[in-house]
């Protein structure tokens, strides 16, 4: 999300003369865009801003410092007084107001501040055509989350959950399509809770994220449509169905799962128990026999017994998963679990995240390995470490390898792969298809 954040920033910094560069050194604007859910966010901002000071002083102080993001949302005015280099804070909600918070910086004059939540005023104030930066390209369809896990900052930085309606997002998408882009990533932090408000399709009530999928597949121009990330509880039926029906949806889901343990489960207040995942996991499997799982675990969540453990570790054998991030649960400062009883000292926390992420690594290898000796499609995203080497991800999101020139950047090429490792894939070149515009 802060990805296609920051290319939206781009976008609307545009018609006011900035343009990106590749670090802060001379620039006239530098924006720190911030992410609150890692551990120690806060602490990294201010580290980061140690180093921006040095950079603002060789300019005579002309260069001007913003902190964007839900950093920025979360510690407001705290940023501006712990750290005079910032000339302006804006939270996610408000990054279309650049253009006129710089105006103010050199005016001398107006709120440096911006750390509102109205989500639609900022979809509106955005520029409709995109700027794009390659063949792969993230939307974002949805934002906020309403779903307060105890662990999570993200309701609070972020806002209430708020779907864009439709035909803002197909404009967009056109956008994308016609400059090239290949492959769509639908974005939310609660993606598949989507229900915006668009024409009347069958039937009554707001659109679905399959809807909104499906009418994605017909613009034509994407081959890969993607989304993330979701929550279980919103795998609806449609959603499920759309994997099986739409071969543009790629054969890979990002489920989030945190814990296989209905006790530790009930204590983040997911909503879901292991029971429901393993069912909607199943069920996708049907749809869509060659798909791929991913998912996000949290180990050490307080009171999170050995046997809790065991039940995360007994899910991850159950489901196989192709690619996944584990965590050691921290504190958030102001979120329920940080006042918790029973948090889990660090010693057991890193044990538990060796052994789960020794299990998650193998299959990751295992799933890469299971690859070696098929034809997989692959869109080729740019060069590759090694000199006539190319770049690119296949339908499962694996990073593949393979020899060919520059001219085939962008385009989906078939490979049949003959080697494997823990993080990627690569083989030899069957076919160019043609370029689809
Ligand atoms: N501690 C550890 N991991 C967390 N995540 C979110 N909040 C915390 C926290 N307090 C992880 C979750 C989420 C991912 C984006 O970050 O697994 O899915
Ligand atoms: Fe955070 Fe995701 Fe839970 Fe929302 S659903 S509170 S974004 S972990």
Known sequence: MNMYDSERMKDVLAPVGYGPVDGPEGADLVVLNTCHIREKATEKVYSELGKIKQEKAKTGGKMIVAVAGCVAQAEGEEIMKRAPVVDMVLGPQAYHKLPEMIARVHRKSGERLETQFETLEKFDALPKQRSVDGPVAYLSVQEGCDKFCTFCVVPYTRGAELSRPVDDIMIEARSLASQGVREVQLLGQNVNAYHGAGPKLEGEGD??????????????????????????????????????????????????????????????????????????????????????????????????????????????????????????????????????????????????????????????????????????????????????????????????????????????????????????ISGDLVGAKEVAV
């Not at 990002?254 to 128990?273: A, K, Y």
């Not at 996000?296 to 054998?317: A, C, H, N, W, Y």
């Not at 020794?358 to 690859?371: V, Y």
């Not at 393979?402 to 080697?419: A, C, M, P, R, W």
């Open 207 to 424: 659109w679905t994220l399959a809807q909104l999928i499906r009418h994605t597949a017909k613009i034509g121009g994407f081959d890969r449509i993607r989304y993330t990330t979701s929550h279980p509880r919103d795998m609806d039926d449609d959603l499920i169905a759309a994997h099986g029906d739409t071969p543009e949806l790629m054969p890979f889901l990002h489920l989030p799962v945190q814990s296989g343990s209905n006790r530790i489960l009930q204590c983040m207040n997911r909503g879901h128990t292991r029971e429901h995942y393993l069912d909607v996991m199943r069920r996708v499997k049907e749809a869509r026999p060659d798909i791929g799982f991913a998912s996000d675990f949290i180990v050490g969540f307080p009171g999170e017994s050995d046997q809790d453990f065991e039940d995360t570790m007994d899910l991850v054998r159950e489901v196989n998963f192709c690619i996944s991030y584990s965590f050691k649960y921290s504190e958030r400062p102001g979120t329920p679990a940080a006042e918790m009883f029973g948090q889990v000292p660090e010693e057991v926390k890193t044990e538990r995240l060796h052994r789960l992420q020794a299990l998650l690594w193998e299959q990751q290898t295992a799933f890469n390995k299971s690859k070696i000796g098929e034809t997989v499609s692959v869109l080729v995203t740019g060069k590759g470490r090694m000199p006539g080497q190319m770049a690119g991800r296949s339908p499962w999101l694996q990073s593949v390898y393979f020899d060919g020139d520059e001219s085939l950047n962008g385009q989906v090429v078939d490979l049949k792969i003959n080697h494997a490792t823990q993080n990627s």
